[in-house]
């Protein structure tokens, strides 16, 4: 038999029994998942459409069947596409066993393969044929296979053993060379909070939160200053609420130390414009990344990030403000699910691309009904499983929030509310609203202050 090298690799035969298995069984889809099978992976795109609407069902922890199948279809727009819900009767009977579903799945995955196997190849070809700089079509060679390899590798479970040999290196370069280690630590900039994290971990979710107004977009925009400027690391803020325009007068206020009502107003005066424009050199030579740009979801922040870190060899934090503001993937109807997709990606995400990803939250006005207004992880609003997904909880509290009669003028408490790594407890800041500053004062200023 003579092979047809005109039509890309494919078996719809296989592709069938696989969407048959998951209309039969759910459970088939472990199988699936296994193979690290996606909707890309099929070469009829009606099979792709059905097959995306099972996953996202799946992912939902809803029943599988022709009708909600059907119905999941027509909300994506999909349905008429891939032939109406008689096809997908059809392919609920193709098959009378799961069992050959296994073997199906792997084919499916298999001729997928090939085909990008088929892609790069002539890619790769339509650059030689251009006449491309040889080492330019090497690197994109090695770059292209590199990411289809990686693409298809699923990560064998460690044995200790081999842990340990990875570790063992670095705990001799945290005796050896401590001052390396630490300048590759991302730290707060603030003392006493460094203490207890013990730093930001390239895999961290952090949550910061507070009520609105309360500081927290503040309180994040000086951790980002103290990261990029002190430390002169790559830093990224997204801001879900706030233009990039008012992100940046924020940011001027705190480093040009002009109280941000004469930024605001367009009051300044000479000697302001000459801070600012100190300022302006230090940040303008920074490594700060801002973005404020609308519906964000997870799968856009990860496509966004990628590429930063592709063209800018760095990336050691990211902020967002805030995670209630982020767009879930789908419409469940259930804003709390929502939210526990978006935090777990996040989680996901800062352990996938090796990055502290610092998230603003929202609490809820349960914290103002209580005599004690110090805020508590049940606070946490459409909380859902951010607590569970947080590797530390950051928490602010200001009296004079509640009590604008106080005499503790700007004192902030920061509640470390959770910490995977270390103790939990209590850290004073004092908040410089003018500027919009926090900052660590010693024991000094509080006895002479207050």
């Given at each position: 038999?003579?092979?047809?090298?005109?039509?890309?690799?494919?078996?719809?035969?296989?592709?069938?029994?696989?969407?048959?298995?998951?209309?039969?069984?759910?459970?088939?889809?472990?199988?699936y998942?296994?193979?690290?099978?996606?909707?890309?992976?099929?070469?009829?795109?009606?099979?792709?459409?059905?097959?995306?609407?099972?996953?996202?069902?799946?992912?939902?922890?809803?029943?599988?069947?022709?009708?909600?199948?059907?119905?999941?279809?027509?909300?994506?727009?999909?349905?008429?596409?891939?032939?109406?819900?008689?096809?997908?009767?059809?392919?609920?009977?193709?098959?009378?066993?799961?069992?050959p579903?296994?073997?199906?799945?792997?084919?499916?995955?298999?001729?997928?393969?090939?085909?990008?196997?088929?892609?790069?190849c002539?890619?790769?070809?339509?650059?030689?044929?251009?006449?491309?700089?040889?080492?330019?079509?090497?690197?994109?060679?090695?770059?292209?296979?590199?990411?289809?390899?990686?693409?298809?590798?699923?990560?064998?479970?460690?044995?200790?053993?081999?842990?340990?040999?990875?570790?063992?290196?670095?705990?001799?370069?945290?005796?050896?060379?401590?001052?390396?280690?630490?300048?590759?630590?991302?730290?707060?900039?603030?003392?006493?909070?460094?203490?207890?994290?013990?730093?930001?971990?390239?895999?961290?979710?952090?949550?910061?939160?507070?009520?609105?107004?309360?500081?927290?977009?503040?309180f994040?925009?000086?951790?980002?200053?103290?990261?990029?400027?002190?430390?002169?690391?790559?830093?990224?803020?997204?801001?879900?609420?706030?233009?990039?325009?008012?992100?940046?007068?924020?940011?001027?206020?705190?480093?040009?130390?002009?109280?941000?009502?004469?930024?605001?107003?367009?009051?300044?005066?000479?000697?302001?414009?000459?801070?600012?424009?100190?300022?302006?050199e230090?940040?303008?030579?920074?490594?700060?990344?801002?973005?404020?740009?609308?519906?964000?979801?997870?799968?856009?922040l990860?496509?966004?990030?990628?590429?930063?870190?592709?063209?800018?060899?760095?990336?050691?934090?990211?902020?967002?403000?805030?995670?209630?503001?982020?767009?879930?993937?789908?419409?469940?109807?259930?804003?709390?699910?929502?939210?526990?997709?978006?935090?777990?990606?996040?989680?996901?995400?800062?352990?996938?691309?090796?990055?502290?990803?610092?998230?603003?939250?929202?609490?809820?006005?349960?914290?103002?009904?209580?005599?004690?207004?110090?805020?508590?992880l049940?606070?946490?609003?459409?909380?859902?499983?951010?607590?569970?997904?947080?590797?530390?909880?950051?928490?602010?509290?200001?009296?004079?929030?509640?009590d604008?009669?106080?005499?503790?003028?700007?004192?902030?408490?920061?509640?470390?509310?959770?910490?995977?790594?270390?103790?939990?407890?209590?850290?004073?800041?004092?908040f410089?609203?003018?500027?919009?500053?926090?900052?660590?004062?010693?024991?000094?200023?509080?006895?002479?202050?207050?």
């Open positions: 038999m003579v092979a047809d090298y005109n039509t890309p690799p494919h078996n719809l035969e296989a592709e069938k029994g696989v969407i048959s298995g998951a209309l039969m069984d759910s459970e088939t889809m472990w199988i998942e296994g193979d690290r099978l996606n909707s890309k992976d099929f070469y009829q795109k009606e099979h792709g459409f059905i097959y995306e609407a099972i996953y996202q069902l799946r992912s939902w922890h809803k029943t599988i069947d022709v009708i909600t199948v059907s119905d999941q279809l027509a909300k994506n727009g999909n349905l008429e596409k891939m032939g109406g819900i008689d096809y997908l009767y059809e392919l609920s009977s193709f098959l009378i066993s799961t069992a579903c296994v073997e199906y799945s792997k084919i499916v995955k298999e001729k997928s393969l090939l085909r990008q196997v088929l892609k790069v002539q890619v790769i070809s339509g650059e030689a044929y251009e006449q491309k700089d040889s080492i330019q079509i090497f690197d994109a060679i090695e770059k292209q296979i590199f990411d289809l390899t990686q693409s298809q590798i699923w990560d064998e479970i460690a044995h200790i053993d081999d842990i340990l040999k990875g570790r063992v290196e670095e705990y001799m370069e945290i005796v050896d060379h401590p001052e390396e280690v630490n300048a590759k630590k991302v730290t707060s900039g603030y003392p006493s909070i460094d203490a207890m994290l013990a730093w930001f971990k390239p895999w961290e979710l952090i949550i910061l939160a507070a009520r609105p107004s309360m500081g927290k977009t503040a994040a925009l000086n951790l980002l200053t103290n990261v990029s400027l002190e430390q002169k690391k790559t830093v990224v803020m997204f801001s879900l609420e706030m233009s990039s325009e008012s992100i940046v007068d924020r940011i001027m206020s705190e480093v040009a130390k002009v109280p941000m009502h004469k930024i605001t107003k367009g009051d300044l005066t000479n000697e302001d414009f000459a801070q600012m424009g100190e300022a302006m230090m940040l303008g030579g920074s490594k700060i990344f801002i973005d404020d740009k609308w519906g964000l979801t997870v799968p856009v990860k496509s966004k990030l990628r590429k930063l870190k592709i063209e800018h060899k760095s990336l050691d934090l990211v902020i967002v403000d805030y995670l209630q503001l982020m767009h879930a993937t789908a419409f469940v109807g259930n804003r709390v699910q929502e939210i526990s997709e978006i935090s777990r990606g996040l989680k996901e995400l800062a352990k996938e691309l090796e990055v502290p990803i610092l998230a603003l939250s929202q609490l809820s006005r349960a914290v103002e009904q209580r005599v004690d207004k110090k805020p508590q049940s606070d946490l609003r459409e909380s859902g499983s951010i607590e569970q997904d947080a590797d530390a909880v950051l928490m602010l509290h200001r009296e004079d929030y509640y604008p009669e106080t005499d503790k003028k700007g004192v902030t408490d920061v509640c470390v509310r959770k910490n995977r790594n270390g103790a939990v407890g209590e850290v004073v800041l004092h410089e609203k003018e500027i919009m500053k926090f900052t660590e004062k010693e024991k000094e200023f509080w006895d002479k202050t207050y």
